[in-house]
């Protein structure tokens, strides 16, 4: 069921380890090494509000910026998840903040145009989806390609206006960070709660391991968490 102040992760023992989920309108940080699963996590959350309450959907924006939206959408369908058809249903809205930045033609009708890349503009095609869908959720992966070439004070200035966005619009967010670019600090103040995968490379395999670093409003076990990723997206091992 549908709780007021949790919004579904999509991962079961991920929900349980949170009172059910992450806190409602806040913004909650999801950083790790690349290919740890930051995207894949971002997509059970989004989903899970549209399929885990189809009478009252909560409609999500996914904005892209470090692999193309059609990248996303094939990584999705591995998992059995139709991306398109929650477009078509208008219960999903993607972003092209990717092909612009790369002198591309943009492949969706929301993007960022070759040439006009910044915070504000992304800013902009957040708050017009959200009227179009009347979104809740929002994933920006990864926020750190939305900062790069920003250091020091402009970094934290940048931070801290999408912040101060996400905030008057009450959407509740996942930031994915890439945890080996420095700087990282700044997006971790910023958020509401830190979620953090990575490698356990103690033994010749390589193991997966989730960590809730920080989650306000939540009573929440320090435990380090291994998982997996399955056809069936990320599982846990708790
Ligand atoms: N269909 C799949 N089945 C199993 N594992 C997959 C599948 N697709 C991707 N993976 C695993 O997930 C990783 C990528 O996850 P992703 O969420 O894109 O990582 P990140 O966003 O953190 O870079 C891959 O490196 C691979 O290990
Ligand atoms: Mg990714």
Redesign the pocket.
Known sequence: MKQPDRCSTGIKALNEMLLGGLPRGRTILVE????????????HFLIAGILENPKDPEPAILVCLD?SPSDVMK?AS??GWNLQRLMDLKQLVIIDAFSGRLGLKPSLELAVPIGKFSIEEVLRLISESMQVINAQRLVI??ITALLDGMEGTERRKGVLQLAAVLTRLSLTTIL?S?LDQAGVGVERYASHGVIR?GYDEKNKTVGRRLRIVKMRETMHSMDVIPYE???RGIELKA
């Open positions: 790790g090494l690349p290919g740890t699963g930051k995207t894949i996590l971002s997509l692999e990584e591995a998992f992966d990864p994915t890439e995968l990723i399955t056809i």
